[in-house]
C-alpha cells in the first residue's frame, strides 16, 4: 500500500466529509472504496464494502430508534438490532469480526457526536458486549457515571417452572433463552416467556439479587412476579 496526495476544493471537501459522516467511515475510506467501484467494478461486484455495509446498518439502527424514541421507550439494545449487522458477511478478505469491530466504531462515533436520532442514545462497553439504552435510559447511565445498568429477570418456562437470571440486555437474552442458546434449563423446557424484571445499579448487586430471588420458594416469586413483597 501507497499514500496518494490528494488536493479536492473546498466545495468537493464539504462533499466527501458529509458523505463520509453519513456512512459512518473516515474520508479516507469513502474514497478508497468509491474508487474501487467505480474504477475496479469486478472486485466491486464480489466483495461488499465495510463502508455500504456500515451506511446499511446505521440506517437500519437510526429506524430502530427513532420508533423507540417516538414510542418514548426506554430500551437495551445490541447492533444486533441490525439485521444486516446480525448477518455480516466476509468482506474484502475481512472475518466478520473484523468487520464488526469497525461499523461499532462507527456507531459509536456518530453516538458520541450526538447525531440525531443517536443523541437519544448511551453506549457502554460491558462483558457482555457494546449495550445502548435510547431515551430516559440515556439520562439514567449519566447519572451512574457511564456504568450500564444490569437486570434481574425471571422467565416462564412451558412445564410452568420459573427461571431467574442476570444480564445487560434483558431483550437479548431473553432471544437467546427462546432460540436454545440461553441456558441448558430453558432449552429443554419451552415455550419461555418473560415474567419478571427488575434493576440493579452493577453486576454484583444483580447477581446478589439474582441469587436471592433462587432461593425464593415458589409462592414468594410468584409473589413478586404479580407485584407483591417476596
Not at 70 to 93: C, W
Not at 146 to 166: N, P
Not at 212 to 227: D, H, N, S
Request: charged share 25%; net charge positive; proline share 5%.
Amino acid at each position: 500500500m501507497f499514500r496518494v496526495q490528494f488536493y479536492p476544493s473546498e466545495e468537493l471537501t464539504k462533499v466527501l466529509g458529509e458523505r463520509a459522516n453519513k456512512a459512518g467511515v473516515s474520508v479516507s475510506k469513502y474514497v478508497t472504496d468509491f474508487l474501487e467501484a467505480q474504477l475496479l467494478p469486478e472486485k466491486a461486484s464480489s466483495d461488499v464494502s465495510i463502508t455500504q455495509l456500515t451506511i446499511e446498518v446505521l440506517q437500519e439502527l437510526k429506524l430502530f430508534v427513532e420508533e423507540k424514541v417516538h414510542k418514548k421507550e426506554q430500551v437495551q439494545f445490541s447492533l444486533d438490532a441490525s439485521d444486516t449487522y446480525r448477518n455480516i458477511p466476509m468482506t474484502a478478505g475481512l472475518k466478520p469480526s473484523a468487520v464488526r469491530a469497525s461499523i461499532g466504531r462507527s456507531f459509536r462515533s456518530q453516538v458520541e457526536a450526538g447525531i440525531p436520532p443517536f443523541d437519544h442514545v448511551c453506549v457502554a462497553n460491558t462483558d457482555q458486549g457494546m449495550s445502548c439504552g435510547s431515551g430516559d435510559g440515556m439520562l439514567k447511565w449519566r447519572k451512574r457515571g457511564g456504568r450500564m445498568a444490569w437486570y434481574v429477570y425471571m422467565l416462564r418456562c412451558g412445564d410452568g417452572s420459573l427461571y431467574t437470571g442476570s444480564t445487560t440486555d434483558v431483550a437479548r437474552r431473553l432471544r437467546e433463552h427462546q432460540n436454545g442458546t440461553g441456558a441448558k434449563y430453558t432449552r429443554t423446557r419451552p415455550p419461555v416467556t418473560l415474567a419478571y424484571t427488575e434493576e440493579a445499579p452493577d453486576r454484583s448487586a444483580a447477581q446478589r439479587r439474582e441469587a436471592a430471588i433462587k432461593k425464593l420458594p415458589r409462592k414468594r416469586k410468584l409473589a413478586l412476579i404479580e407485584g407483591g413483597t417476596p
